[in-house]
Each structure stands twice: as C-alpha cells, then as structure tokens.
C-alpha cells in the first residue's frame, strides 16, 4: 500500500569535515521534496559541493512558528522534507524541537539520519570519563544568572559538556572556576574535525592563561568538557553552600535562598538557616552586567 504522507528527516551534516558527510545523507537530501535549513546560504554551499539541487526553505528560531506549518503540511500531503541545521545534528542546540514534536503529535514519520555532532566529538578525544555524561548547551550570558547555572550544576558526577563563544570564553571560565572550583579538570575543543583541530586540557587557571596569550582560541566557537564532581561528603550541603554562596554575592538573603531552593531542593528553612550561618546575602540587589 502505497504511502499517503511524508516523512521528516533529521539529517546530520559535518561539522567541519565535509569527508565527515555520510553516504545516506547525501542520498536523502537528494531525493526530498524540500530541504528546511537553518541557514539556507551554508547549506546551499554544501549541497552545491556534493552537487545536490533540492529545493531549500529557511527554518530557524526567528520563524519557526510561521514557517513549521507550512512544513507539516507539506509533510501530511505526502512530500518528504528534510531538516538540517548549520552543522553537525539538528536540535543539539539548535532549532527544530517544536518542528519534531508538532510531526510526532500528527502521527507523521520522523526519521533520524545520524552523523557528526560536536558534543559526542569532542567527549570521545577529551580524555574525561565517557560512561555519564551530561549536555547543558550554551550558559546564560550575564555573570550571576551564569554562577546560578553553574552552581546547579557543582554536584553532577558526570563529565559535563557545553558550547560557548570564543568571544565568553574567558569569563565563563573564570566563572567556573569559581562555582565549580579551581581543581576540576577541564577541555576545550576548538575546530573540531578541520586542519586547526585544538584540544586544551587543564585546570581552569592554566586554561585561561594559555587562550589570554593565544587570540586564535577565541575564534568561533568551543565545546566546554568539564570533569564531574568527584569529592566525597555531603554532596546536599556542599551544593547548597556553594549555590548560597554565588547567590549571596548580588542578592539579599531571602531571594538567595528562594533560588537556591529551586536549584538544589534542599528546603528553604534549611538554606535560611545555612545562609545566616555563613554570612551570605547581600542588603541591596545589584543589577546584573553583561559579561
């Protein structure tokens, strides 16, 4: 019986390596109806190198929500479209969630096409441990919100993976440092898969001198692996002190507490108690400033 609707594949393209382009990729993108891409001027450069001509629509966070329908209509009248997103895999950090979600909740096919993916990269030439792992994405972009991000974070035992600009790169380490302390180990993978490939293994002291002394490491953009917590003790107060701590810096008590709450689940009269015991908590709000 032949089919009465489409399909949507997720497609992954290289990352840097077009050599990294897999031979089914190739071959789906040739032979959908469209090709929804995050950046249709990248991937036309692309799909002109493995000379494909497939017709290409513009898919991004800016218009998702105008664009999706059309795509899943497209979809349910029995055309086949891809997606594919600057690089590497779709929805890694990326846009294309509500697109998928919307074709799974329609009982529409979704089909993955797997290949390159920065995270999974960089973590299999790191050198860290490999058997728990956890991606967090981009950190947020002022000082405070990105200690709280980080705080939350103190007690994972996993290695933890992000991505982060060139142009951050030294404040988000300064930062990690400080809320996840100066002994963890950490690597920063730069060009992964093309002629400059970079990693930088280190503390975070070493690894910020060494890319303060080389302009070249703040290019673009680099996947962030840090050792998992591996201190022994109370995992529940070492995080909530750590996470008051950062907190206190720019915010009165209480509202330290409240977010410390949320962060760590320990309860708020337990973290009031500890914030009042370790002096923590500001009187006064500071407005937070870009890093």
């Not at 920065?118 to 405070?144: E, H, K, M, N, W």
């Not at 293994?201 to 303060?212: N, P």
């Not at 529940?236 to 701590?245: C, I, K, T």
Request: charged share 25%; net charge negative; hydrophobic share 45%.
């Amino acid at each position: 019986m032949q089919q009465s609707t489409g399909l949507l594949y997720v497609v992954a393209t290289p990352i840097g390596n077009l050599g990294d382009m897999t031979d089914r990729a190739r071959k789906v993108l040739s032979e959908v109806d469209l090709i929804a891409a995050e950046d249709t001027r990248q991937t036309l450069r692309l799909l002109t190198h493995f000379g494909i001509s497939s017709k290409l629509v513009a898919y991004h966070d800016h218009n998702e929500a105008s664009v999706a329908p059309r795509l899943l209509a497209e979809i349910e009248s029995g055309r086949n479209v891809a997606l594919v997103s600057d690089a590497g895999t779709p929805l890694i950090s990326d846009p294309g969630f509500s697109l998928v979600a919307a074709a799974r909740e329609r009982g529409l096919g979704v089909v993955p096409v797997p290949g390159a993916n920065a995270a999974i990269c960089a973590l299999s030439a790191a050198g860290l441990p490999s058997d728990r792992f956890l991606f967090v994405g981009f950190p947020p972009r002022t000082r405070s919100h990105r200690l709280a991000w980080l705080g939350g974070l103190a007690a994972e035992r996993g290695t933890l993976i992000l991505y982060e600009s060139g142009k951050r790169i030294l404040a988000t380490l300064a930062d990690i440092g400080e809320a996840l302390g100066e002994t963890r180990r950490l690597v920063l993978a730069r060009e992964l898969t093309k002629h400059f490939e970079t990693f930088l293994v280190g503390t975070v002291s070493e690894l910020a001198q060494r890319i303060e002394g080389d302009a070249e490491q703040r290019l673009g953009e680099l996947v962030v692996l840090i050792e998992g917590n591996t201190a022994t003790g109370d995992p529940d107060r070492a995080e909530a002190e750590r996470v008051l701590r950062i907190l206190g810096e720019s915010l009165p008590l209480a509202q330290a507490v409240a977010i410390a709450a949320r962060l760590t689940g320990v309860k708020k009269n337990a973290l009031y108690r500890l914030g009042l015991e370790l002096d923590v908590g500001r009187s006064v709000a500071v407005t937070d400033d870009e890093a």
